[in-house]
């Protein structure tokens, strides 16, 4: 009978090994980035509560804000198309 020389134990070791050091590597990982180094959780709780007229204004102005910038962005997107899109094919068309 011929031996195995530990060819399949071998691979299998080297296999738990990259599996144990890789998990080590990505759980250490997440924990560092998971983990508060400057203290901002401890600011936070030391924040005084808003009431309902400042939360909801609050809330009114962030969504206000977002609203004027989507409608920028929109802006520019049509002037680009309008302006930009023949603008290129002349240029294209112009300098062959």
Not at 11 to 33: D, P
Not at 72 to 93: E, R
Request: charge should be positive; aromatic fraction near 12%.
């Amino acid at each position: 009978m011929a031996k195995n020389n530990g060819y399949c134990n071998t691979g299998k070791s080297a296999a738990t090994f990259a599996a144990r050091t890789s998990e080590k590597a990505i759980v250490g990982l997440g924990r560092y980035a998971a983990t508060d180094h400057i203290g901002r959780g401890k600011g936070f709780t030391t924040i005084p509560g808003m009431g309902f007229a400042q939360n909801f204004s609050y809330i009114l102005i962030q969504v206000l804000a977002r609203i004027l910038g989507i409608s920028l962005a929109g802006g520019l997107m049509y002037l680009l198309v309008v302006y930009g899109g023949p603008l290129l094919v002349k240029l294209i068309f112009y300098f062959p």
